[in-house]
């Protein structure tokens, strides 16, 4: 059996985590080892997966004491500090979702089927009301998709150790600006792409996705996710976002100059001129040209 190492982020986990970390336990033909790194939490979320660990040896947790302030951070602590090289695939983890049992050995076989370096699915957004909604993400990958957008949710990513050991190596030299991306899904997917490693994104989903009042990011859909996203447009959000991503990757992409990359700035002319590269929903695309024509992006 092939070998995963989930790497799962908590933070105020403890109602949740259960469930989770048994579906992950769970997963169905392949070896699984879960690594916990706990941002300081208040709700006795560091005694919980402390107890675990001693009851269970694929189980490990990382020393806690450190508030990381995000998710993306607390991820990226996970990428520099656990050992993985040992193993066949990377697998990121939210900690109060539930996975299908064959979530892994399914993303096992469409990276070898499609000679894919990483991997990530549809999900079922689900609510306490027993309502579900399939987050469809599987649009055509277009060239320059990997700037504005990230492949999915990160916890549906698994990827090929032998390119994680060299992201790995990425995030430990240019740490101090890694820690400034917000979204560690979108970064690992950019860095992927423009490395020039192909990316698989299956279109069924494996995995139930969590919707509940801390969702530090959820479900983006209804009119109350369209103003949501014309909101963080406003406030440059979104565009700080492109450009930290697009500076620290400025020699990988192709077709933009590095000078211009490396200082953050992509060209009103060139979003405009390459609209249709930018997003893979055809209605995104739209909507990014309409906000950069205005001048709001």
């Known amino acids: 059996m ?32 879960v690594f916990i790194s706990v941002d300081s939490s208040s709700d006795a979320t560091e005694a919980w997966v402390s107890e675990l660990a001693l009851n269970n040896a694929r189980v490990k947790v990382l020393p806690h004491g450190e508030h990381f302030g995000g998710a993306g951070r607390n991820f990226y602590r996970l990428i520099r500090d ?22 892994l050995n399914v993303a096992h076989e469409k990276i070898l089927e499609s000679c894919a370096s990483g991997y990530s699915s549809n999900v079922t957004a689900f609510w306490p009301d027993g309502r579900k909604v399939l987050l469809d993400k599987a649009q055509r990958q277009r060239k320059y998709d ?56 299956d279109p069924i989903s494996h995995m139930l996705y969590r919707q509940h009042s801390n969702n530090q990011f959820g479900a983006n859909t209804g009119i109350k996710a369209l103003v949501a996203r014309l909101s963080l447009l406003r406030s ?13 990757l400025a020699d990988r992409v192709q077709g933009l100059p590095a000078s211009l990359l490396k200082q953050g700035k992509i060209p009103s002319s060139f979003l405009i001129r390459n609209w249709a590269s930018l997003r893979r929903r055809f209605r995104d695309r739209v909507f990014l040209l309409v906000m950069v024509v205005l001048g709001i992006y």
């Open 2 to 33: 092939v070998k995963v190492a989930v790497l799962l982020a908590a933070y105020n986990g403890v109602k949740w985590l259960p469930a989770q970390v048994e579906s992950i336990l769970q997963q169905k033909n392949v070896d699984v080892n």
């Open 82 to 103: 656990v050992d993985f090289s040992e193993f066949d695939y990377i697998a990121l983890a939210d900690q109060d979702d539930i996975w299908l049992a064959d979530k």
């Open 236 to 248: 440059g959000w979104y565009r700080g976002e492109v450009s930290k991503i697009s500076g620290l």
């Open 146 to 201: 990997f700037l504005f957008e990230a492949a999915g949710p990160g916890c549906s990513y698994v990827l090929k150790v032998s390119n994680a050991l060299e992201f790995k190596r990425f995030v430990i030299t240019n740490w101090s600006r890694v820690c400034e991306v917000s979204l560690h899904d979108w970064l690992v997917y950019a860095w992927f792409r423009s490395s020039g490693l192909s990316w698989y994104i």
